[in-house]
């Protein structure tokens, strides 16, 4: 790894405190979690219209340390504390996934806008009722955001400018965290608090399968896991491999574990498309120009500790009436983005830096609707109702069955 590199992502962790404007968003944390971060905490300091005000965790003396190591200067006894303060605007929810659901309507409903941890909810139930909550749909109705922060990184959008939905045949998608980054007793392996890799991590791969396709997958056709069984572990998938059907016929497949090799391998998502023709006025008229194109993102999730965009275009000339191979060639590239320029993707009046993590992305685009501006990026709360629904496909599939819906009822 060159200096660069290694400058860049030092940066993208400690990144330069910007002077706060005066309008600037207040935020409140409900849980003093180790996520937050890197979804806020880390990108806050580099956004001038975000202010950490609060935290609030169930251990009071929790809260205080977090609030100390983090500068933040507010800390409540209680979630519903924090919910209660008028001068917070937007609830970060870096809970159990079992109790996305409760939260994300308690800070809807006490009007604040919500960056929502992923997976969203629990299953596709909770996802109906909170992403329709009436509230959601009201003039100057809060925003609520599924964190899905890969999609919002610069790279995610040059990839997808090489994907042709209506032509792809195939797509496989991995990614893995390291045994020693996960330990057993996380939240991600407690089937109450809707733990599982699909939850954890594999919904990042269905993410991808489902924006490649563009369109819902029509059948999980097979989950291969390995599960823990124990106590408060059971049913919950550490490691799994899925292939899903979608409706042109073609298979996307999904690899995902928690409990990964030592060394961090990164994620990636490789798609081939059918061949198709392609115009060349430059051929002789008894000829046609035909093209199968292969498009891999590699380290799509976590882009800047490493990425690449790797695309290769094999071409082949016919003849027109006996369809024989007259020439053949494969053309190769690629490209890395770290900022909004590199990819062509335009964020308005934003220059991005190239120590941007996919959350400071995420963030401007928060931000940008909070305050009523326009995205370059943004996860529909239909596309998140959707997102939760191939994950109950895939826990049917598995016989683990779908996440356990909360306690919490909505009147
Ligand atoms: N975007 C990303 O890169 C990442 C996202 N995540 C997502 O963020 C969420 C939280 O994950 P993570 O930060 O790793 O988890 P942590 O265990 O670090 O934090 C979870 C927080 O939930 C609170 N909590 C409330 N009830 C319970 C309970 N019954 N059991 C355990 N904790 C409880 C705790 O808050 P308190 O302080 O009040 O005790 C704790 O701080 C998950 O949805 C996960 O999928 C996780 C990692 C990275
Ligand atoms: O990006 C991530 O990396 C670490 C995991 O624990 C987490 O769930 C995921 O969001």
């Not at 977090?66 to 500068?71: L, R, S, T, V, W």
């Not at 045994?179 to 594999?202: C, E, P, Q, R, S």
């Not at 023709?277 to 490493?306: C, N, Y």
Request: aromatic share 12%.
């Amino acid at each position: 790894m060159s200096f660069a590199q290694l400058k860049r992502i030092y940066t993208a962790f400690n990144p330069p405190t910007v002077e706060k404007r005066s309008d600037a968003l207040k935020f409140g944390i409900i849980g003093a979690a180790n996520s937050a971060a890197w979804a806020l905490l880390i990108p806050a300091k580099m956004h001038p219209e975000v202010v950490v005000h609060a935290v609030a965790a169930r251990d009071r003396k929790r809260a205080e340390e977090f609030a100390k190591k983090n500068g933040v200067p507010v800390v409540y006894d209680s979630y519903q504390e924090l919910l209660d303060d008028p001068e917070i605007d937007c609830i970060l929810v870096p809970l159990p996934n079992s109790l996305h659901f409760e939260w994300a309507v308690k800070s809807i409903r006490a009007g604040k806008h919500v960056l929502l941890e992923k997976p969203s909810v629990s299953n596709g139930h909770e996802a109906e009722i909170l992403f329709n909550l009436p509230e959601l749909n009201q003039p100057k109705a809060p925003v609520i955001l599924e964190a899905f922060h890969y999609r919002f990184h610069p790279i995610w959008s040059a990839f997808m400018s090489n994907v042709s939905s209506a032509d792809v045949v195939h797509v496989e998608t991995y990614s893995m965290i390291p045994w020693w980054f996960v330990n057993k007793d996380h939240i991600h392996f407690n089937y109450n608090l809707a733990g599982g890799t699909m939850m954890g991590m594999g919904t990042y791969n269905f993410a991808a399968l489902r924006l490649i396709f563009g369109a819902e997958p029509e059948e999980c056709i097979s989950v291969d896991v390995k599960a823990l069984t124990e106590g408060v572990h059971h049913d919950c998938d550490t490691e799994f491999k899925a292939k899903f059907r979608f409706p042109n016929g073609c298979i996307g497949e999904a690899f995902s574990t928690l409990q990964g090799p030592t060394i961090w391998h990164p994620s990636y998502a490789k798609v081939t498309h059918r061949q198709v023709e392609v115009e060349d006025k430059t051929l002789p008229l008894s000829q046609k120009k035909f093209v199968t194109r292969e498009v891999t993102l590699h380290g799509f999730i976590h882009a800047i500790f490493w990425h690449r965009l790797d695309i290769k275009e094999s071409y082949e000339i016919r003849d027109k009436d006996t369809g024989r191979v007259v020439k053949k060639w494969t053309e190769s590239r690629w490209q890395k983005a770290h900022t909004a320029k590199e990819a062509g993707v335009d964020l308005g009046k934003t220059e991005s830096e190239t120590y941007w993590m996919s959350f400071r992305y995420q963030l401007e685009a928060f931000v940008n609707r909070v305050k009523g501006r326009e995205t370059a990026y943004w996860v529909e709360r239909e596309d998140s109702v959707r997102q939760m629904k191939m994950v109950d496909m895939a826990y049917q599939k598995s016989g683990l069955g779908v996440r356990p819906t909360s306690q919490f009822q909505v009147d």
